[in-house]
């Protein structure tokens, strides 16, 4: 109905004005209506006309229209559009099934990316989260997703945590021969230089007991990965490795000197001043390629084994904002297609009340000790539940931020089963699908869909879900499903207390209702990966 509209007002807006307009729908508070449009005020604005004259001659214009009940005029203009109680009744009908705009079109998600030899931490955590979200809202929409991951297997992180495994007693987590391996770094000039040492041999692999231990250490750090992807239901298609890219990096890079990138004190940098960025160095004194020049090694190999996806979208922490400006705008020079493919989509600092925490002192809070704190707190407060309730808690306590936003995560918040949680929407699901149980005839045919108060209020709000799928999938925010199923189960709620369903005369139609309610429910948790169980 919301196209329908828009294509309406644009005839209207032609026809009476001489306007080429695009008009935009929006969903006003429900005592107005059921959509609402600035067009006049708009079109006001260019023409020099009064814009509530203007918003009547449009809505003179626009009466008549078959699915529309009322058309009233608000404020300095807006237009409000009350539909019919059969149009809204039918948009109930299927409102779970929703449309695919990007049908064929094959879409790179990158996210995640812990590096091997260090934790896994909560960044990491919500980074896997959110980016297995995106690609489910994307999948949603009709697009074939290749969920990827990039790790950082060589570097100085990686030769301090081999110094510390090389020094300290066997049997420690990785995270801690990292952690004393960075404080040595930090506070011993000679461990320093072995540890540089170390680094130079990862690189070129001719040294037998650092190759043995670099191996030892990427197979536990990677079965851990695993171990903790399989807890949370999130997949991974393929995984890139940073020294994977340093020979594509190096061909890339000297390929395009002096065209793009220029020698500097026997390092090889990009000029972002001519972009309006800052400059960078891509490789260093040593020959060494940087992470900037990585990135771009990785764009290349991307290209490589997917050579025809749409679009190419890397999730990484906001920190990097501005280190993939550069990366990009070095590319564009190159290859303007493919860096116009690119998306660099940031995330906020994820943190706990004991603020933030760095992985280079080894004070960490872990993803695994995140989530195994969560569930004994939902296992505390709900004995029978709390199994099935931890990962919906944290994923959902994740992803009803908007992405960008720095986010202070509650753990007993997040756990509980009443307010804007995880737990409680799986509980609004599980208490929707008993009150289907109690009758087998949710299948009955309708004579009557007229609404009272309170059928219309829940038939209005199933009926916004395909377009608030449709902005999350523009916008790759996934806030905008939770946010919304959280307001749903409020709207259904209040629907529950004024209007018994089993028994009353209107059962028929309030069950078609709340199955309705229902299946969005399961179908918008299902974008969030959070399960939608019949009973808790």
Sequence with gaps: ?????????????NKLFGENAE???????EKFGDYSTNLALQIAQKSGKDPHQTAQALAQKLEGLSRVKKIDIAGPGFINFTLTDEVLWKATQGSAQLSRPLEGQEILVEFGDPNPFKEMHIGHLYSYIVGDSIAKLLESAGAKVRRLSYHGDVGLHVAKAIWGMKTQPEGQELGSYYAVGSRAYEEDPKAAEEIIFINERVYKKDDEQINQLYEQGKTASFDYFDQTLSQLGVRTDKRYLESETIT???EFIHSNTPAIFKESDGAIIYEGEKAGLHTRVFINSRGLPTYEAKDLGLAELKHRDYPAVARSIIITANEQSEYFKVMLAALRE?????????????????????????????DIYSARSLLRDVETTAKNLYPDTGTKTYLAAVKYGFLKHRLGSDIVYDVKESVSLEGNSGPYLQYAHARAHGILLKSDKTSAPLRDTSLEASER?????????????????????????ANYLYELAQTFNRFYESSRIIGDERQALRLHLAKAYADIL???????????????
């Design 334 to 362: 190159f290859d303007k297609d493919l860096a116009d493919k690119t998306t660099h989509l940031p995330h906020g600092f994820l943190s706990l009340t004991s603020g933030k925490m760095s992985s280079r002192t080894g």
């Design 248 to 250: 594509a990096a190096l």
């Design 1 to 13: 109905m919301q196209g329908e509209l828009k294509k309406a007002l644009a005839a209207a807006a």
């Design 23 to 29: 008009p935009e729908i929006t969903r006003p508070e």
């Design 522 to 536: 399961k179908s918008g948790l299902g974008i969030l990966n959070i399960s939608a169980p019949e009973r808790i």
């Design 457 to 481: 209020s829940l038939a209005r709000k199933i009926s916004e879900y395909p377009e608030v799928v449709e902005r999350a999938v523009a916008e790759l925010m996934p806030h905008h499903i």
